[in-house]
């Protein structure tokens, strides 16, 4: 059979190196790829954005493409699956409907008071004078979320009040978000352990994956700006299987009947973004209508199961006659980064040392590059994922930092901290 999987990051690469691993795949297709990507044996690149739906539509029907996956965000919410569906096309995502769980943050926090799902406790504004009275009355911490898709880049913690109304009005006068900033949601600032719970869906059968953690924030010690994330492992320990149990019963399952109940099924990767009291007390940061990135890539180096059949029991609604086989070791990955990111970076430096890095427990997952004259250089803000297994926390995370540091660009930027909390509940 033929795969297509849309998009271009790390998160996608992961996905088509494991698609291409089915027995059952003759050829996978990714549009538009990277230079990692493209050099993945059995896959091939095509040069249509993530977004271009008409025209990945046409290459599904010319390729005679058995699956498409998407990766990003922007194409489910702009209505990839719906395209698909009236063509008689096989998509595993969300309904743009669906995807509005990630593509409206008032939506989504709407949806979860409806349903009774554990979020922090909110209100959105289209107005500064409103934003500013409801900020003064209820005071600092808190965080300010646009509305809309920024890019992973629309939530400012604020620690001040004057930071949260400079951070309203940079989206609702300022237009710093263009029409993803015309609303904010602002929320209270939840203390505790994040973690990522990634699901599939079929429209009512749920089979969870691996549990894992990202690191949202730039710098050491969750510290500067928040990012698309600065990396991730897998499992996360936090995840303890009473808290998996319960996550299952008080928010993945609410959240897939809600949506049945208000008229939407839900099919897809399904991710609650979750924040973990230190009494084990749950409440949802967010939802993704897809698997997280750089969280895919751990989870996808774990995962023994084929990809592949999995998604075509998502999107046959037979989810629940298949299980997930997971390798016992832990995953970790870094992300190396281009000087600057997440604000002004430059492109087009080669990177150097990615032969060097390789291993057999070690996979460098593209999501930043692009070839030019022959050399692998760098076109974003997040370059690279550099991910490990290990048989520990501590092994995983020396075995990818021991590759991470044979890669060379110029101002090439990482943390250096990846797993800390994972690392100190190892030490316990």
Not at 212 to 236: F, L
Request: glycine letters at 12%; charged letters at 25%.
């Amino acid at each position: 059979m033929k795969v297509l999987i849309v998009g271009g990051g790390g998160r996608e690469h992961a996905m088509a190196w494991k698609a291409a691993q089915s027995a059952r795949v003759e050829q996978v297709f990714v549009a538009p790829g990277n230079a990692g990507t493209s050099a993945e044996p059995g896959v091939k690149n095509v040069d249509i954005g993530a977004e271009e739906i008409d025209a990945l539509v046409a290459l599904s029907v010319d390729k005679r493409i058995d699956l498409t996956v998407v990766g990003p965000e922007a194409p489910l919410v702009g209505g990839i699956v719906d395209e698909f569906r009236q063509r008689g096309l096989r998509c595993f995502g969300p309904s743009r409907e669906a995807a509005q769980l990630e593509g409206s943050k008032k939506f989504s926090k709407d949806f979860m008071a409806r349903h009774d799902i554990p979020t922090a406790a909110y209100r959105s504004f289209d107005s500064v004078p409103d934003a500013e009275r409801y900020i003064n009355a209820v005071g600092a911490p808190l965080v300010v979320k646009a509305d809309g898709l920024a890019a992973g880049k629309g939530v400012l913690i604020a620690r001040e009040e004057r930071d949260a109304l400079e951070a309203v009005r940079q989206c609702l006068e300022s237009n710093r978000f263009g029409s993803a900033g015309s609303t904010v949601v602002i929320e209270e600032f939840l203390v505790g352990e994040e973690a990522s719970f990634i699901c599939m869906v079929d429209g009512s059968n749920i089979l969870p994956l691996a549990s894992s953690q990202d690191h949202k924030a730039r710098d050491d010690g969750d510290r500067g700006p928040n990012t698309g994330g600065m990396g991730a492992y897998s499992p996360a320990p936090v995840v303890t299987d009473a808290l998996h149990a319960d996550i299952i019963a008080r928010v993945i399952r609410p959240t897939v009947l809600g949506m049945a109940e208000d008229g939407i099924s839900y099919t897809g990767f399904l991710y609650a973004g979750l924040m973990i009291a230190d009494d084990g007390a749950v409440k949802v940061l967010e939802y993704n209508c897809r698997c997280g990135d750089p969280e895919t890539q751990p989870i996808l180096m774990r995962m023994r199961s084929d990809l592949v059949e999995l998604c075509e029991h998502g999107v046959s609604g037979r989810l629940d006659e298949v299980e997930v086989e997971w390798d016992p070791r832990v995953a970790l990955g870094v992300v190396m980064a281009a000087g600057g990111y997440p604000g002004d970076y430059d492109k087009g430096h080669e990177i150097y040392g990615l032969d060097r890095a390789a291993s057999a427990h070690v996979k460098t997952f593209h999501a930043g590059t692009q070839i030019k004259d022959g050399k692998i250089v760098t076109s974003g803000g997040r370059v690279l994922c550099v991910t490990a297994l290990g048989g520990t926390v501590g092994d995983a995370r020396e075995a990818a930092y021991r590759a991470v540091s044979s890669i060379k660009w110029k101002d090439a930027f990482y943390r250096s901290d990846i797993g800390h909390r994972a690392l100190y509940r190892e030490d316990l």
